[in-house]
């Protein structure tokens, strides 16, 4: 392997480990802050109890989160300098903004964690929540405008290799930051959704039939199942983008090689690139074209119409459809168990829910690691798409692959401690005890 082949694998590395707890980070608070509100409108101590658990397990993976966002900002500069010397001044403002919006989040939270039923009116406290929630999707906002530009830049001119004429503004609010903002923020909330709804799964599982598990878990799939919906549709929106601005990105992913109307959406299969013939997929007639135009006669433009330098991996194919594959599959879960309480006919919470429920946890981080991978590597082979090549980019220094072992060390510690923290912060205390030893002020 190559320096630019080490580059990329940490800054793969990086960002696969980095995306876990940024996730986590992005959509706990708004679930904080729904259940904290139900417990003071319903007079409900379970809601309250759930705020306070999962504010105190939040904490441990913002201090991770920390870490490895720290470790993105140091790689962008060792690694791809070449990248920072041409836009550093562009995305600077972006990244400046990010930056403040956690240190905005940090201080909400650190007063909201330390004035739990220090306020006659518990409204004043629930209030905290907002600057937290505003300051974690702030911060998500201001970084994936960052990604954004990387597709589709725009905000500058070009004079003799040099970027001028630099407008930030215009650099962040690009034609892909809508779609991507806002697919970033719902994966977000969905995943949370499913990783919360997963624990009380998990307990009842285990033979913990007390009412806040069942409260927790009807909670995170109501929000499931809508956030699911907006995802999709959001998701939706990103494919017309795409075929709009970034047409051999969606090519690639749907093994579309000849521009034409009514285009197939191919899902599976195996490929020969050589002679770009398709075997043992599954074949939607005209899809494509209605998912790319909202036309069943639209036109998309095919692979081969980009000189092949410029293609993508077309391994991207398997990415995108088995993120879209556990997208379906985090909307049926949430509406088969609202469908069951609503019939009351069977129980809702009956084992077989109980494991789908568990099981969308951690398909839900995988269809977020698959979404960013397809989101990066379907931009390959550029860092600055028609600007500046990766190859370009990457440093010269040839100790890369001492450090990406270096790192993957850190993160190998920084894993387990995070997983063996949270485990003990609520093994020896279930909900039902805390319940009982805790007297919460509503």
């Keep these: 392997m190559g320096t630019v082949d080490w580059s990329r694998a940490l800054t793969e590395m990086t960002l696969a480990f980095h995306i876990l707890f940024a996730t986590v980070g992005v959509g706990v608070p708004l679930f904080i802050s729904l259940a ?21 397990g939040f904490v441990i993976t913002v201090a991770v989160g920390v870490v490895t966002g720290t470790c993105i900002g140091l790689q962008l500069s060792l690694l791809w300098p070449e990248f920072m010397r041409l836009a550093g ?11 403040f919006a956690f240190f905005f989040e940090a201080i909400f939270l650190g007063i909201y964690l330390y004035t739990w039923d220090r306020y006659s009116n518990p409204y004043l406290h629930w209030l905290l929540t907002l600057p937290v929630m505003i300051g974690s999707s702030g911060s998500a906002l201001f970084i994936t405008t960052v990604n954004a530009f990387m597709n589709t830049p725009q905000g500058f001119a070009v004079r003799e290799g040099k970027l ?8 962040m609010f690009n034609p892909a930051t809508p779609s991507k903002v806002l697919h970033v923020l719902f994966s977000a909330y969905l995943t949370v959704a ?17 009412e806040y598990y069942r409260k927790s878990l009807r909670l995170n799939m109501t929000a499931a199942a809508i956030l699911a919906v907006a995802t999709i549709g959001i998701g939706d929106m990103s494919a017309q983008f795409l075929a709009k601005e970034q047409p051999e990105k969606l090519a690639a992913a749907e093994w579309h090689f000849d521009t034409g109307e009514r285009a197939s959406l191919i899902v599976g299969g195996r ?11 599954l074949e939607i007639p005209w899809a494509l074209s209605l998912l790319a135009t909202h036309s069943l006669d639209g036109t998309v433009v095919g692979l081969n119409d980009f000189p092949r330098k410029d293609w993508p991996p ?17 909307l049926a879960v949430p509406i088969l168990f609202l469908a069951l309480l609503i019939i009351k006919r069977w129980n809702a919470y009956n084992r077989f829910v109980l494991a789908c429920a568990l099981a969308g ?8 690691e698959l979404g960013w991978f397809y989101a990066e590597v379907g931009r390959q082979p550029w860092i600055i798409r028609g600007y500046l090549r990766v190859s370009d980019a990457a440093t010269t220094n040839s100790h890369v692959n001492l450090a990406f072992w270096l790192f993957a060390g850190l993160y190998a ?21 805390e319940l009982e030893t805790r007297r919460i002020i509503l």
């Design 413 to 433: 510690v920084l894993g387990v401690v995070c997983l063996f923290v949270l485990a003990r912060l609520f093994r020896n205390q279930p909900a039902e005890l």
């Design 89 to 99: 001044h562009i995305v600077s403002l972006p990244l400046f903004l990010e930056t």
């Design 271 to 281: 490929l020969n690139p050589v002679t770009q013939e398709i075997a043992g997929a």
């Design 314 to 330: 077309l391994y991207v194919h398997y990415l995108f459809d088995a993120m879209v594959g556990i997208g379906f599959y985090l």
């Design 361 to 368: 946890g951690p398909l839900a981080l995988l269809a977020i």
């Design 194 to 210: 499913f990783l919360l709804g997963m624990i009380a799964a998990f307990s009842m599982l285990r033979g913990r039939k007390d």
């Design 36 to 56: 904290e509100w139900l417990g003071i409108r319903k007079k409900d101590r379970h809601y309250s109890l759930m705020a306070r658990r999962w504010a105190r």
């Design 164 to 171: 001028t004429d630099i407008d930030p503004l215009a650099a």
